[in-house]
């Protein structure tokens, strides 16, 4: 039986969780080692790129948790 939806429901299904999971893990692993690395380094380019980057792997596990935290829903 295959139903038909006039708005696709705000559910996340195992799979989509799962995928999730991965998604944020790979940004957070990558996180750390930006943010170890910056830490680390005295150059003030590399600095600053470390900086950067870490701000786009925080930002993405932030966007990801804001998917679970609304169900799915983009609102």
Do not use: C, R
């Amino acid at each position: 039986m295959k139903e038909n939806y006039e708005q696709v429901p705000n559910i996340l299904t195992g799979k989509d969780l799962d995928y999730l999971s991965d998604m944020f893990n790979w940004n957070y692993g990558a996180y750390k080692s930006a943010y170890n690395a910056y830490n680390s380094v005295e150059d003030s380019e590399l600095k600053n790129m470390l900086d950067k980057a870490s701000n786009i792997f925080h930002g993405n596990m932030s966007s990801i948790l804001k998917v679970l935290d609304n169900g799915g829903s983009d609102e």
